[in-house]
């Protein structure tokens, strides 16, 4: 299992070790420590090589975006290239993150994709209109993961990797 709180993890070719502080850097939004753990697992099956920090609820997530208390610092926690956002977390929910996003973060670029458990059009919906960039059910098999993840990088990243 995943300790929760900050954590960061960099998927590089071991030939581009030297790189890994270069690698684009994704902020997972997520309580529940199996998808994180699968989702890393997809990254790296799918060649999608980047930085991953993680934090547990929204309100660590608008923390993070922010640049708030132990964020404060973008050099040790850059601006992240892409959002995956769950909706359902404890504390502050991935819809009022997104409610935030909109009212007061816009003031630099991030895609937020939506990853959740939940297919249904009504949350969809509200996602979208809060200012989602896509929204993604959480796959129930590892394939539709890796296929997931492949699309993160060919729509969001493939352009930050290649900088």
């Given at each position: 299992?995943?300790?929760?709180?900050?954590?960061?993890?960099?998927?590089?070719?071991?030939?581009?070790?030297?790189?890994?502080r270069t690698q684009?850097?994704?902020?997972?939004?997520?309580?529940?420590?199996?998808?994180?753990?699968?989702?890393?697992?997809?990254?790296?099956?799918?060649?999608?090589?980047?930085?991953?920090?993680?934090?547990?609820?929204?309100?660590?997530?608008?923390?993070?975006?922010?640049?708030?208390?132990?964020?404060?610092?973008?050099?040790?926690?850059?601006?992240?290239?892409?959002?995956?956002?769950?909706?359902?977390?404890?504390?502050?929910?991935?819809?009022?993150?997104?409610?935030?996003?909109?009212?007061?973060?816009?003031?630099?670029?991030?895609?937020?994709?939506?990853?959740?458990?939940?297919?249904?059009?009504?949350?969809?919906?509200?996602?979208?209109?809060?200012?989602?960039?896509a929204y993604r059910?959480?796959?129930?098999?590892?394939?539709?993961?890796?296929?997931?993840?492949?699309?993160?990088?060919?729509?969001?990243?493939?352009?930050?990797?290649?900088?």
């Amino acid at each position: 299992m995943l300790a929760f709180g900050y954590k960061s993890v960099t998927f590089f070719y071991r030939q581009n070790a030297c790189k890994m502080r270069t690698q684009p850097l994704i902020l997972v939004a997520d309580d529940d420590e199996d998808d994180v753990f699968l989702l890393e697992r997809a990254f790296e099956k799918a060649s999608v090589f980047v930085r991953v920090i993680v934090v547990p609820n929204g309100e660590e997530a608008i923390g993070y975006l922010s640049g708030e208390g132990k964020y404060s610092d973008r050099k040790e926690y850059p601006w992240p290239v892409l959002m995956l956002l769950d909706l359902k977390m404890p504390m502050v929910d991935g819809f009022d993150v997104l409610n935030w996003w909109r009212e007061r973060g816009r003031e630099r670029d991030l895609p937020i994709v939506v990853m959740s458990t939940s297919n249904h059009e009504a949350d969809v919906k509200r996602a979208m209109d809060l200012g989602a960039a896509a929204y993604r059910v959480k796959p129930s098999e590892f394939e539709r993961l890796l296929a997931v993840a492949s699309e993160l990088r060919d729509r969001w990243l493939d352009q930050e990797m290649t900088r």
